[in-house]
């Protein structure tokens, strides 16, 4: 058995191509929906993502304000542009890239995000709207990793996910969506004792330890879908998942590579949440 391989780049395409329709429905109504992304420091990687929002939005016709603050910016400097972009009808998504240099309270800037500008949903209100499926906004990695699943047609109610990793980005929310869609749940840490035995029973299997190459073929059940979220530099200078994509793809149904699987799809869930808040914006004028 060979795996179908889920192409992240083809399928964000296909996804931004819907939400640019919205977009452009409700530019027609004289509404464009903003993102503003605020980057506080000079972290390469930060630069990089935050430079692949700002395109995202540029190819869907958004507008989007790119604010770049030195590391040395004072956390109530970083809170009082929150405040300001919270107020500016013009923005309807507001992003905080993390992290944030140590002395500032990521958690205080996170927490002062309006709810309802909260596009990338680590705010607790949207975190417990999400817990109660009542979701507003959900976390863009495991949004784009259901949106994954969806498009390849991937059967989910019924069926047993295995989630490894606990993190509030994305392993403990990507457990509540799979719940939500009717999957029996497990979830499971990279200290989980006897890891392999709960793998080798997951249909859908989501991986998202940042351990490279932790889950091998032989860990995984025939048929199952694997999601890899993780991506990590090897020596070589080449990325990798959390999962040995070359013995996992033998044995997979379907498999997400890395780089070129969930790493579009986050990008296009942001650009999809920030249309989804000027809906909402839209229709309670």
Known sequence: MTARIIDGKTIAHEVRAEWKERADALKARGVTPGLAVIIVGEDPASKVYVANKVKACAELGLHSEHVVLSADTSEAMLLSKIAQLNADPKIHGILVQLPVPKHIDSEKVLNAIDPNKDV??????????????????????????????????????????????????????????????????????SKTVDLPKYTRDADILVVATGKAKMITGDMIKPGAAVIDVGINRMENGKLCGDVDFDSAKEVAGWITPVPGGVGPMTITMLVANTVQSAERTAGSK
């Open 120 to 189: 990338d949903g680590f705010h607790p209100m949207n975190v417990g709207a999400l817990a109660t499926g009542n979701m507003r906004f959900a976390p863009c990695t495991p949004y784009g990793s259901m949106k994954l699943l969806e498009k390849a047609g991937v059967p989910i109610e019924g069926k047993h996910a295995v989630v490894i990793g606990r993190s509030n980005i994305v392993g403990k929310p990507m457990a509540l969506m799979l719940l939500q869609a009717n999957a029996t749940v497990t979830i499971c840490t």
